[in-house]
């Protein structure tokens, strides 16, 4: 039988045949490397050059438990033998999704009691604003500078961390209003304060955030907007991430997600918690939200994906027992969500946090890998080191002490890292090198990663021949 064009470009072995396949793909998906994955265990991925990558991304934080996780590969050949697809509207639940069930609702606050699943946290996030708008009868969502929340419209239009989301695709999902958000680094409050530095410094161990102090302007400011373009009885409901993931890695300081839920109390608002890329233990607690100190916030709606089935596509989200009230059956559904294959799976990943600990690895792996990235900030312009747990995150600077960062400079470090088989992503709009690693990682393959990287840095910020190869 001839061999099928594209495969046997791929036998070749051409160096071009990435650039050649990618061809018949869609070029609005961006790509950071050109290697060919064939296959992967653990925290390393194998390209079809026979390369091996060390993996600080795991697919943009959604493979909690590594790559190929022996009990998750045998619960999904297990399931995948009995049953791999029923319609959620058409049997009352399926075995795996009772046994999620119970997992879920010993992880998730007690009054999160009802659950509804999807198959991305895009979709997640728009049924959220669904129940939101449906429950309250009010129209207005608020969300916050810098915030990814996904690429479906809904989503879309609570997304403002890049432009490019959002560019050419108006009109939008109206009635969002946009609300800023503590960058405490670039904070002009914080700046001009006199004792603003000691607000906010670079700490490698224990907690720093909790020390971390804020000007409460952005606080002040959504106090404004529910005066002036939102008012509470139009508005149903507050969106966040607990970190700012795709928006740069930003921690909240202390009191801001208090402060959340206390106007969304006052006001009848509802509070959304997007935790698709933070929760599912990625932070050292299983839901990112769950850090704040004194008084617990919890959420009236918790969107999660991502890390909840170790890459397998799922997602969904927790509501207070009341919140589908006024949606009437047929509302909501979907043909693949709370599929038995990704109900199992999910099923198997949290029970390898558990058993393996990954929580306490989590916190453990993230002050090494923080620690590491504070040093390395005494020999490079790293301005802040932020994260918590297995996101983590460097700001960078410029290359001549200048104040405002090259443009590219991270991509440039990331292409460096590539070069040396080590995989890394950026964040945000500004120059913010990002970890996402997976919650297995091990202690070796954190420093061999801090190694990598400060070659890196070496190559980009003081090698006199570095360009910065961006493209
Ligand atoms: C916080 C957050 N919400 C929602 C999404 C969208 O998830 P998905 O890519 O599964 O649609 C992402 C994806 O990165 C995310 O980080």
Not at 32 to 55: M, V, W
Not at 132 to 145: D, L, P, S, V, Y
Request: overall charge neutral; glycine content about 10%; hydrophobic content about 40%.
């Amino acid at each position: 039988m001839p061999k099928r064009a594209l495969s046997a470009v791929l036998d070749s072995g051409a160096t071009s045949a990435a650039s050649v396949i990618r061809r018949h793909l869609s070029p609005a998906v961006a790509n950071t490397s050109d290697f060919i994955a064939e296959r992967a265990s653990g925290s390393y991925i194998y390209s079809t050059d026979g390369q091996k990558h060390l993996d600080m991304v795991a697919s943009l934080g959604a493979l909690s438990t590594g790559h190929c996780h022996p009990k998750v590969v045998n619960a999904i050949q297990k399931q995948a033998a009995s049953l791999i697809h029923s319609q959620q509207n058409i049997f009352a639940a399926t075995t795996p999704l009772v046994g999620l069930l119970d997992r879920m609702m010993e992880i998730t606050a007690p009054s999160l009691t009802r659950f509804f699943f999807a198959n991305s946290g895009s979709e997640a996030v728009d049924n959220a604003i669904k129940i939101a708008r449906g429950h309250t009868k009010r129209q207005n969502i608020i969300c916050f500078e810098n915030s990814f929340h996904g690429r479906t419209y809904g989503a879309m239009a609570v997304t403002t961390c890049k432009t490019y989301y959002r560019q050419g695709f108006a009109p939008l999902m109206p009635q969002v209003v946009v609300a800023p958000y503590p960058y405490c680094l670039h904070c002009k409050v914080r700046e001009a304060h006199p004792d603003g530095d000691s607000w906010y410094k670079v700490q490698p161990n224990g907690n720093p955030y909790e020390a971390r102090g804020c000007c409460n302007a952005p606080i002040d400011a959504l106090k404004w907007i529910l005066k002036q373009q939102s008012a509470p009885s139009d508005t149903a409901a507050i969106i966040i991430e607990p970190i700012m993931g795709e928006g740069g890695v930003l921690v909240p300081p202390p009191g801001f997600l208090p402060a959340l839920r206390q106007i969304c109390n006052e006001h009848g608002i509802l509070l959304i918690i997007d935790e698709v890329q933070v929760g599912v233990g990625r932070t050292g607690e299983w839901w990112g939200h769950q850090h704040v100190s004194g008084t617990a916030i919890e959420p009236d709606i918790m969107i999660f994906a991502k890390g909840i089935a170790s890459g397998f596509p799922f997602a969904g989200l927790a509501t207070r027992e009341h919140l589908f009230e006024g949606l009437s059956p047929g509302t909501m559904g979907g043909t693949y969500g709370a599929g038995p294959l990704a109900c199992a799976t999910a099923c198997a990943t949290l029970d390898v946090i558990k058993e393996e600990k990954l929580l306490d690895n989590a916190t453990a792996r993230g002050r090494q890998l923080a620690s590491g990235l504070v040093e390395l900030a005494e020999r490079y312009p790293i301005l802040d080191v932020r994260g918590r747990g297995l996101i983590c995150a460097a700001e960078l600077g410029s290359r001549g002490g200048a104040a405002s960062a090259e443009p590219g400079i991270a991509a440039a470090v990331t292409k460096a890292a590539g070069r040396r088989n080590l995989l890394l992503c950026t964040a945000g709009a500004r120059e913010v090198l990002r970890f996402l690693p997976p919650l297995t990682v091990s202690e070796g393959e954190i420093d061999k990663a801090l190694h990598i990287l400060g070659e890196s840095l070496e190559e980009v910020f003081n090698s006199s021949a570095a360009q910065l190869k961006v493209a």
